[in-house]
């Protein structure tokens, strides 16, 4: 066996909010996800879940505590700094798509690598076309994002995640908004990354049948884990 390689580490990571108390919301997080893991974070609704991933995520820098990716601290890192780490080793996928629906499918998958800058436009489509491939989503390439279906719309919204070939997918109840039949399909692609890709996963959800289908859970129950 190969060591495990750390990909996210929270270290004592502590977050306040002031509404107009100071309330301490996160308390004394600590973990770390390492290469190849699919890892869910369940907890009671208001237990800090979403907080933790906008602090993971690198977009609340408001903390206390040291967060590492890909073995680096980047706690006190400038903010343009952190949106090119974000760019190139984070893929998002949220509870709601995003999509721009006046673009095509294909459009959409690649602006997060326009953004990046790392791939030519041309080996962008390609690559595009290569993520869309993974989610049976290559013939609706052309469409645009609002002739799709609630479904449709996030396995597009995975396949622009992994544009870049993020280090870690990052998501937010990314079946939140689906009925039961395309959330158990959207389930089924993250699965699919997981286990023929081998792509590191941390997802936030309330789904309990998701959680289970994850190969860790992280519980945290009013603003620690348990
Ligand atoms: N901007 C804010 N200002 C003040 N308090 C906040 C703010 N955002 C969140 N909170 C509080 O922090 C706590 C944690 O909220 P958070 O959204 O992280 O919970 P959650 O576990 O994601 O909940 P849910 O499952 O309902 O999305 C809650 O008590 C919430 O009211």
Excluded: W
């Excluded at 937010?172 to 039961?180: M, Q, R, S």
């Excluded at 692609?189 to 959800?205: N, R």
Aim: hydrophobic share 35%; proline share 4%; with cysteine.
């Amino acid at each position: 066996m190969t060591n495990p390689k750390p990909v996210l580490e929270a270290r004592n990571i502590d977050k306040y909010f002031y509404n107009p108390k100071k309330v301490q919301v996160l308390k004394k997080v600590n973990f770390v996800i390492n290469r190849g893991e699919f890892v869910s974070v369940v907890g009671k609704s208001g237990c800090g879940k979403s907080t933790l991933l906008y602090i993971l995520s690198t977009m609340d820098t408001d903390y206390d505590g040291e967060l590492l990716i890909d073995e680096e601290s980047i706690s006190g890192k400038p903010q343009n700094q952190l949106a090119r780490l974000r760019n190139e080793k984070i893929g998002f996928v949220f509870q709601f798509h995003y999509l721009l629906n006046e673009f095509s499918v294909l459009e959409n998958v690649l602006i997060p690598g326009l953004k990046l800058g790392k791939y030519s436009r041309e080996e962008l489509e390609h690559r595009a076309m290569e993520k869309l491939k993974i989610f049976e989503m290559e013939d609706h390439a052309l469409k645009k994002a609002n002739q799709l279906s609630g479904g449709q719309k996030q396995r597009v919204a995975v396949a622009r995640a992994l544009i870049n070939d993020p280090l870690i997918i990052m998501g937010d109840e990314p079946t939140g908004n689906l009925d039961k039949k395309n959330s158990d399909i959207v389930f089924e692609e993250f699965k699919k990354l997981a286990k023929e890709f081998g792509q590191t996963m941390l997802i936030v959800t309330h789904d309990p049948e998701f959680a289970e289908g994850t190969d860790r859970t992280i519980e945290m129950e009013d603003g620690r884990v348990i």
